[in-house]
């Protein structure tokens, strides 16, 4: 973990933060405005990057006490008991796009204090059950690795005074056919008024040019 954070220490951190399609316009309002929303879409559009963007906000802003980040911790459930090392070190691998967005928005030095003191707090989906999450801004990201019952636990999380942002591609899920949850949990819930499911397509991949068009016949 140490060494992740530490990549990030001398690095000048991103101040603001601004939209580079309609697409991301679109999940920038949302996360502002839903205490709920579901950013669907192919890698490179930002999805990872924006939520936690908008979690440090918040933050920052003393709109909430503490940002918590999930993400499921293999592509088969969360088995990560035959890695070495505590959980922090068994996770890490799997959470480097997230260090990389909280290095980028507050510095590698901030990331660590709040991490020591409880505020930034990054946990595996399984770590998430029988908890309610008050005055907090949580991200689930990679959600496609997540089963519906997994989702389904993870909604109820939801407490007073929180947002949540789930963020998935269904299309790159490492589940087996038919396990991964993100898709069916979006179409039931997109007709609901005060939740938001933000569907990016290709036209908002930020990544190399090469990225979209890999994407479109792979």
């Known amino acids: 973990m140490d060494d992740e ?10 101040k603001n933060v601004k939209p580079r ?5 679109g999940l920038m309002d949302a996360m502002s405005d839903y205490a709920l929303t579901l950013a669907i879409g192919p890698a490179g559009t930002g999805k ?13 802003n003393n709109q909430i006490d503490r940002i918590v980040l999930s993400r499921p911790a293999m592509e088969a459930g969360e088995s990560i008991g035959f890695l ?5 070190e068994k996770m890490a691998p799997y959470l480097r796009p997230l ?6 928005r507050l510095g590698g030095k901030r990331v660590r204090q709040y991490m020591e003191d409880g505020t930034i707090e990054i946990a595996p989906i399984g770590f998430m059950r029988g908890r309610t999450l008050n005055n907090a801004f949580i991200v689930v990201d990679e959600a496609q690795n997540c089963t519906y019952q997994q989702l389904k636990m993870l909604l109820s999380r939801l407490g007073w005074n929180s947002t949540m942002v789930i963020t998935g591609d269904p299309d790159q899920s490492d589940l087996l056919p038919g396990m991964s ?3 069916m949990v979006a ?3 997109d007709p609901l008024e005060n939740i938001a499911v933000v569907r990016l397509k290709q036209a908002d991949i930020v990544r190399h040019p090469l990225v979209a068009d890999m994407l479109q016949v792979l």
């Open 181 to 183: 949850g993100l898709a």
């Open 21 to 25: 399609t309609e697409g991301q316009k």
């Open 187 to 189: 179409d039931k819930l």
């Open 5 to 14: 954070i530490d990549r990030a220490r001398d690095k000048s951190y991103v």
């Open 84 to 88: 070495p090392g505590d959980m922090h």
């Open 99 to 104: 260090y990389d967005a909280l290095g980028d």
């Open 48 to 60: 990872t990057y924006l939520a936690i963007s908008a979690a440090v906000e918040a933050l920052e």
